[in-house]
């Protein structure tokens, strides 16, 4: 397919990727003619910009550090018909790339998402422990926000331009992906997968991830987003744990009321009492919070529309 026409950019972040960001710039260029490959430069100690400066990028460098802090400043700063998102440590095969662009195009999607192949070696990149810990949280995410997401921690996309204009990045880290699923979701966009291969590091390249911190930075976002994508499920649990331990404390003091008509643990039932009213405020913030919502959900939507999709002038 011809891409000639459409204004493509890849973004790429980087720290301390020197070992792979040159092969992964001439990877990309080799397999998109006419793309824009974007380095960004985070932080980095070792001679990252100079390698992909040397392979043909366009090097930019973003003092604050974090992933989601690369995603935030590329996505408003670049000006593009198609964004390629992936990361700078060639473990996703370029490759792919040209297949994904087609498809957005032929949807037209907004969102394609590169679904890693599992590899089986125990030293592998995607090792058994973070596959595990992908479909766990794959699976969470799924249940919260009712969709089945098949690889939510993939660092390897493609998104049309009104998907990225309509994107709020507010992440730091490497819980951008998580919340570019989310938004995908609760914005309801046009989104498909293809497979994409995932290779090892090359020698001299050391992974960032650190499997327990990124995971629990990952599963306290999920809780965020569940807290302010689904108030009244959220909120309504919070009350309805309140009511239930008012229930259990009030029920052995009524029968006891019943049997003494003497009430000798009032302090305990002022607890069930205070409980109960907590309840009810927190089903209240929830229906108010939705009603704040979806009001959210549709000035996204309109920021949505504001772009044709993916392929076609405005």
């Given at each position: ?15 301390n ?8 710039v ?63 440590d ?16 032929d ?5 394609i ?38 690889d ?39 989104q ?76 305990t ?18 229906l ?25 002038s405005?």
């Amino acid at each position: 397919m011809d891409f000639t026409e459409l204004r493509i950019a890849a973004v790429v972040p980087c720290h301390n990727e020197e070992a792979a960001v040159a092969k992964v710039v001439t990877d990309l260029k080799a397999a998109v003619p006419g793309i824009d490959v974007y380095v960004y430069d985070n932080l980095s100690t070792d001679a990252t910009a100079e390698r992909a400066a040397e392979a043909g990028a366009i090097v930019r460098r973003e003092l604050a550090k974090g992933k989601g802090n690369v995603v935030r400043r590329a996505f408003a700063d670049i000006d593009a018909d198609v964004y390629v998102m992936i990361d700078g440590d060639d473990t996703y095969e370029a490759a792919a790339a040209p297949e994904m662009i087609a498809k957005l195009l032929d949807g037209p999607y907004d969102h394609i998402l590169g679904v890693r192949n599992q590899i089986d070696t125990a030293d592998s990149a995607y090792r058994a422990g973070h596959e595990t810990g992908n479909r766990v949280l794959n699976d969470l995410v799924g249940r919260v926000f009712g969709e089945n997401v098949q690889d939510m921690l993939s660092g390897f996309r493609v998104f049309s331009r009104r998907f990225v204009k309509s994107f709020p990045a507010v992440s730091r880290e490497f819980e951008i992906e998580t919340e570019l699923t989310v938004h995908s979701l609760h914005l309801r966009v046009p989104q498909s997968s293809v497979e994409v291969g995932f290779r090892d590091r090359p020698a001299g390249s050391e992974s960032k991830l650190r499997t327990y911190h990124d995971g629990f930075k990952i599963l306290w976002l999920i809780l965020g987003l569940a807290r302010h994508e689904r108030p009244v499920a959220f909120y309504g649990l919070l009350g309805g744990l309140s009511w239930l331990i008012a229930v259990i404390l009030t029920v052995p003091i009524i029968v006891e009321f019943y049997e003494t008509h003497l009430v000798p643990r009032f302090p305990t039932l002022f607890l069930a009492f205070t409980l109960i009213l907590l309840g009810c405020l927190a089903w209240t913030a929830g229906l108010i919070l939705d009603g704040i919502r979806r009001s959210r959900h549709e000035a996204a939507r309109l920021v949505y529309l504001r772009y044709s999709a993916a392929g076609k002038s405005t």
